[in-house]
Each structure stands twice: as structure tokens, then as C-alpha cells.
């Protein structure tokens, strides 16, 4: 299996500050990789689809980048909404798998 | 707009087979492929498998001996079916739709059943 490794695991941040989660695949996954937000007691949604394509009705403050093995999910201006634990997931090869999560607090 | 439903037991047996429906609302089942992740408590995230409304299958490797996943077109729902369960297989467990190719773009999931493993 590919394994995604997030860093930081949690991150605690100003409301306005701007936030960057990285993600690294253990291989090449081209530009395969998606992102995910889990809020408090909710289930996951998807946020950005193909390393930077971002979803339909996600605020713009949220931006992704990279490809190969190499991502960044950019959160610009951190809300008290934006607290929440934010999942890579690659799905270049079978299994798709993900990230062990990064969770964002206001600080 | 996709709307997904997890129903099931939330207490399961060690050794008894786990099972799971999702009801699907909102989209023809033969839009989408079906997927079933799970989230034990505090952990991360764990795809179990897909099925098209073909009847076509894909599992995860490391659930395949104990995993299967059906799909009932007339009644626009899916069903898991987990057997020998233990400890490790309590779990959050979400249906998911994907409009890609059963492994790509999870969007929407269900709100998430949990399921304990205990005797």
C-alpha cells in the first residue's frame, strides 16, 4: 500500500493566520490526491480532487498544490469554522489510503 | 443531491458477522460507484471497498477474506457484510458515494454508524 504521511499531526493557529498542511506519498502519485475535512462529530467531506481542484461551495480561502509525491493543503485566513482534522488520500494506486490526519485548533 | 443513510447493529459480537445497509436518496444508484470506509475511535481513515450497480466488486487487500459488499438496485441500497469480527473492526463505519472510478473522489458520505465489537 502507498503511505501518506501528514505533517504537522495538529497545529494550533490565530483566526486570520494563514495555515499550510503538507502531505507525502511513500511514491509517485502523479497529481492523485484529494483532501478532506472532518469537523468535530461530522462525518468527512471532501474539499479539494486532483491535488488543486477545489469542490464547489468550499470557500476560496482553502487552496491546494504539488504533485508526484510532494502536497500542500493552504488554508489562508483561519476561521473558527476551519477547526477541524483535514485527511490527504491518494488514489493513484489500489488500496486508496490516507493520511493520518492533521488536526487545526484556534489558538 | 446525494443523500446517504448508514442503518444497522451497533453491537456485534466477537466471532458474528458485522452488517451494514446504506440507503441512497437523491441520485440513480447507477450514477456512482458505493464505497464503505471506516474510522476506528481516534484513528484515521480506512476504505473497505466499493460496489457498482453492475454487481462489480473491488475490496481492500487486507479485509478481502472477510469482506463483501452487495448492492440491491431496486430498493436504491448497499450492504456490508463483515465476518469473524473482532475488537479491531470497532469502527465508525460511512457509506460513501464516488462518482469516479469506485476509488477516487469519496463525496458524500453517510453521517457514519458506530459499531462495538464486545461480548
Known amino acids: 500500500d502507498i503511505q501518506m504521511t501528514q505533517s504537522p499531526s495538529s497545529l494550533s493557529a490565530s483566526v486570520g493566520d494563514g495555515v499550510t498542511i503538507t502531505c507525502q506519498a511513500s511514491q509517485d502519485i502523479k497529481h492523485y490526491l484529494n483532501w478532506y475535512q472532518q469537523q468535530p462529530g461530522k462525518a468527512p467531506r471532501l474539499l479539494i480532487s486532483d491535488a488543486s481542484s477545489l469542490k464547489t461551495g468550499v470557500p476560496s480561502r482553502f487552496s491546494g498544490s504539488g504533485s508526484g509525491t510532494d502536497f500542500t493543503l493552504a488554508i489562508s485566513s483561519l476561521q473558527p469554522e476551519d477547526v477541524a482534522t483535514y485527511y490527504c488520500?491518494?488514489?493513484?494506486?489500489?488500496?486508496?489510503?490516507f493520511g493520518q490526519g492533521t488536526k487545526v485548533e484556534i489558538k | 443531491q446525494v443523500q446517504l443513510e448508514e442503518s444497522g447493529p451497533g453491537l456485534v459480537k466477537p466471532s458474528e458477522t458485522l452488517s451494514l445497509t446504506c440507503s441512497v436518496s437523491?441520485?440513480?444508484?447507477?450514477?456512482?460507484?458505493w464505497s464503505w470506509i471506516r474510522q476506528p475511535p481516534g484513528k484515521g481513515l480506512e476504505w473497505i471497498g466499493y460496489?457498482?450497480?453492475?454487481?462489480?466488486?473491488n475490496y481492500n487487500p487486507s479485509l478481502r477474506s472477510r469482506v463483501t459488499i452487495s448492492m440491491d438496485t431496486s430498493k436504491s441500497q448497499f450492504s456490508l457484510s463483515l465476518t469473524s469480527v473482532t475488537a479491531a473492526d470497532t469502527a465508525i463505519y460511512y457509506c460513501?458515494?464516488?462518482?469516479?472510478?469506485?476509488?477516487?473522489?469519496?463525496?458524500?458520505w453517510g453521517q457514519g454508524t458506530p459499531v462495538i465489537v464486545s461480548s
Open positions: 460513501v458515494a464516488d462518482r469516479g472510478s469506485g476509488w477516487s473522489w469519496f463525496d458524500p
Open positions: 460496489v457498482y450497480y453492475s454487481g462489480n466488486t
Open positions: 488520500q491518494q488514489y493513484d494506486v489500489l488500496p486508496p489510503t
Open positions: 437523491g441520485a440513480s444508484v447507477i450514477d456512482y460507484y
